[in-house]
């Protein structure tokens, strides 16, 4: 009975570290787009500031 419990929670939590990884890859994908359009938009900004500056 023990041994049973011990192997299902075995499996439900490798099941949910799975999922995890999935979930952390995906986040991680579009943080780093989002961080990439930032820096572009930053970029823009300040070309467009110095422009107006000079």
């Excluded at 499996?11 to 359009?37: A, E, H």
Aim: with cysteine; aromatic share 14%.
């Amino acid at each position: 009975m023990i041994f049973e419990n011990k192997r299902s929670v075995l499996q439900k939590y490798s099941g949910s570290q799975k999922l995890s990884q999935i979930g952390k890859s995906r986040i991680f994908k579009v943080r780093f787009q989002y961080s990439n359009f930032r820096n572009k938009f930053v970029i823009v900004l300040y070309s467009c500031i110095r422009v107006v500056t000079i």
